[in-house]
């Protein structure tokens, strides 16, 4: 069974600080997603992964950065976080092609106060 | 430019009757469609795919979807639904080079 996980599923932080999202997968998929899902707008891009050590900006990259250190491990960090970036973050994996399904985690709920 | 459309933001039906719920997409190539269900607080699933074949594709749950090349869609249906599938579904375009495009997702909400 395909399996993505998230951590942590729920964080508060403060405008200005700095917020890291974890996403594991043990699929071993070589493409990682981070969408953030909001109310009207449906799943955004956010930043993408061909594999270890890629990065690419997806469509709405202010404001975020990735980090993919490895095969498994894809991480979104908000270095000044904002009020604007209150909403729900979910982490994906899959192969490469387009009839390739999308693997999800759980999601990450953050507020930003 | 590439996207998928899903007309309806939320549809209401009563338990036991039947469902459509409609996508529309725009590419002039072969495309590779999907649908996908959101269950509260989870992340999404699949529910099915089409990307060649016959245009009717079987998916979990009783769910199926129908591909139309000559109207740009690939609606999802269900003969009875049940209250277990109230959830968010979304209509999603997957192109060859690698990107994805979403709708904006269909809230389903099933009556008893």
């Known amino acids: 069974e395909a399996a993505v996980t998230q951590s942590p599923r729920n964080k508060v932080a403060v405008t200005g600080g700095k917020v890291t999202l974890s996403c594991n997968q043990t699929n071993n998929h070589n493409n990682m997603y981070w969408y953030r899902q909001d109310t009207g707008h449906g799943l955004r891009l956010i930043h993408y992964?061909?594999?270890?050590?890629?990065?690419e900006k997806g469509d709405i990259p202010d404001g975020y950065k990735a980090s993919r250190p490895s095969q498994e491990n894809f991480s979104l960090i908000l270095e000044l976080a904002t009020p604007s970036q209150t909403s729900v973050y979910f982490c994906a994996s899959g192969l490469w092609g387009g009839a390739n399904t999308l693997y999800f985690g759980a999601g990450t709920r953050l507020s930003v106060l | 430019a590439q996207s998928v459309t899903q007309p309806d933001a939320r549809v209401t039906v009563s338990e036991g009757a039947s469902l459509q719920l409609r996508c529309k997409y725009s590419y002039s190539g072969t495309p590779y469609l999907f649908w996908y269900v959101q269950y509260p607080r989870q992340g999404l699933q699949l529910l099915l795919k089409y990307y060649s074949g016959d245009p009717v594709v079987q998916g979990v749950n009783g769910f199926e979807a129908e591909f139309s090349k000559s109207n740009s869609s690939f609606h999802l249906r269900k003969a009875s639904v049940h209250w277990s599938d109230s959830a968010v579904y979304f209509c999603v375009l997957s192109l060859s080079n690698n990107r994805i495009f979403f709708g904006d997702g269909t809230q389903l909400v099933v009556k008893p």
């Open positions: 992964s061909y594999g270890a050590g890629s990065t």
